[in-house]
């Protein structure tokens, strides 16, 4: 009896630990085009838009990117969460800001007040607007 | 007499095709240089064409202000150097024998010269008017562009786009966000008048050809800035190859003719004088 209610017991903690890493998984996979598109801006390697961006999106997204071809810029305290999610949609919010420069001037363009919207395409997770 | 001649041998017709064959293709990217640096001996201001006379006429019936511009464009735009100090009094500026024909201009556009574009700002490229980021937050509303932005503050009727020294890094995508530009502008019966650059940062020229094709394609205005300063010493630009020489806005001093900022600032005012006369039959 006392091992049975062990071994329930431990089957619960599994099954939550695995729940809990299962949508750790999930959110993980819906913020990381959100992130890529960041990085893309701050390295400037547009190429990497095709992997990133959702079909409907994808020229916006160029267009973003090429926005910051002029400056160099970086991520200042950027991180991301999931706000709301179904099994082909998500919002992802994200903290923080880009901050360009251009010879002595510096811009910061804060990031905080968008709701990225994340779809499933072909099974991939694509940034598709905001 | 013609039919006494002999006719060539087969082989001499061969000789003669494959030396004609060899001559055509040396000439054809001689020709195609030509057409691809056509632009370059465009006129510095143009005539308008019936499309943007009409496209005024049509701007001001939308309601778009007749006595306003706006500028578009980079840190080469943003800057006070640019047209700033002609909204200022005369301390600023020295028309010299300019000073009947440019008056005018100053009282029509008055305001606008030294107008902060919320679409100009160091750093643009022509993808940069047209993103979401680059709004002036403290300005602007959620959603706009810094496009529209301007256009919703400042209601211009004609807009001077001087776009491209950014955008060097990857020319083939400039033409295709100029287009845009111009399109959205269109939409909101604005004038376009596009400006080549003095630089040639890409090291073809395709900016400035890409400019002026679209300047052709759309019938808008080209304001071939470029041919203008092709005669000072190294194209009108400091050792950069990119920013322009300075002078004060003195047309008055012959030593104020050896720099860039001079024609650029005189041939903007020739350019807005072209665009008042062509406003003033279709005022209320």
Redesign the interface.
């Known amino acids: 009896m006392k091992l049975s209610k062990i071994f329930f017991f431990f089957m619960l903690i599994l099954l939550l630990v695995t729940g809990c890493k299962s949508g750790d998984n999930a959110s993980d996979a819906q913020i990381k085009p959100v992130e890529s598109f960041y990085n893309t801006i701050v390295s400037q390697q547009?190429d990497q838009i095709g992997t990133i961006a959702c079909a409907s999106w994808e020229k916006d997204a160029?267009?973003?990117?090429?926005?910051?071809?002029?400056?160099k810029s970086e991520m200042k305290d950027f991180s991301c969460t999931v706000q709301n999610s179904t099994a082909d949609a998500a919002e992802v919010v994200c903290k923080g800001k880009?901050a360009?420069s251009?010879?002595n001037?510096i811009?910061d363009?804060?990031i905080e007040?968008r709701i990225h919207k994340v779809v499933k395409e072909n099974g991939e997770w694509r940034l598709c607007g905001? | 007499m013609d039919s006494d001649q002999p006719p060539l041998p087969l082989s001499k017709k061969l000789i003669l095709f494959v030396v004609l064959i060899i001559l055509w293709l040396i000439a054809q990217p001689v020709v195609a240089a030509q057409q691809d640096n056509a632009w370059q001996t465009l006129p510095v201001i143009p005539e308008l064409s019936e499309f943007s006379k009409k496209l005024l006429q049509e701007g001001i019936a939308a309601g778009n202000n007749p006595h306003a511009f706006s500028k578009v464009g980079d840190c080469e735009t943003s800057t006070d150097w640019y047209l700033h100090d002609f909204d200022l009094d005369d301390r600023y500026y020295n028309l010299g024998e300019y000073k009947e024909e440019f008056e005018p201009v100053l009282a029509f556009y008055k305001g606008s010269f030294l107008r902060r574009s919320l679409a100009a700002k160091p750093g643009f490229s022509a993808a940069s008017v047209l993103s979401s980021y680059w709004i002036d937050y403290s300005n602007c509303a959620a959603g706009e562009l810094p496009l529209t932005c301007e256009y919703n503050q400042h209601n211009p009727l004609v807009v001077l786009i001087s776009m491209g020294t950014n955008d060097g890094y990857n020319p083939p995508v400039f033409k295709e966000n100029l287009r845009a530009i111009i399109t959205a502008t269109l939409e909101q019966k604005r004038l376009p008048v596009l400006m080549t650059k003095a630089d040639n940062v890409e090291g073809t020229y395709a900016i400035n050809r890409d400019i002026a094709a679209l300047a052709a394609e759309y019938e808008i205005p080209l304001w071939n800035y470029w041919a203008a300063i092709q005669s000072l010493p190294n194209g009108g630009l400091v050792e950069d190859g990119i920013h322009l020489t300075f002078y004060k806005n003195d047309f008055s001093d012959p030593y104020a003719w050896n720099y860039a900022w001079t024609y650029r600032n005189f041939t903007a005012l020739q350019m807005l004088e072209t665009l008042m006369n062509a406003t003033k039959p279709w005022l209320p």
């Open positions: 547009r160029y267009r973003e990117v090429d926005a910051f071809m002029g400056v880009i360009a251009y010879g001037e811009t363009f804060p007040n905001f």
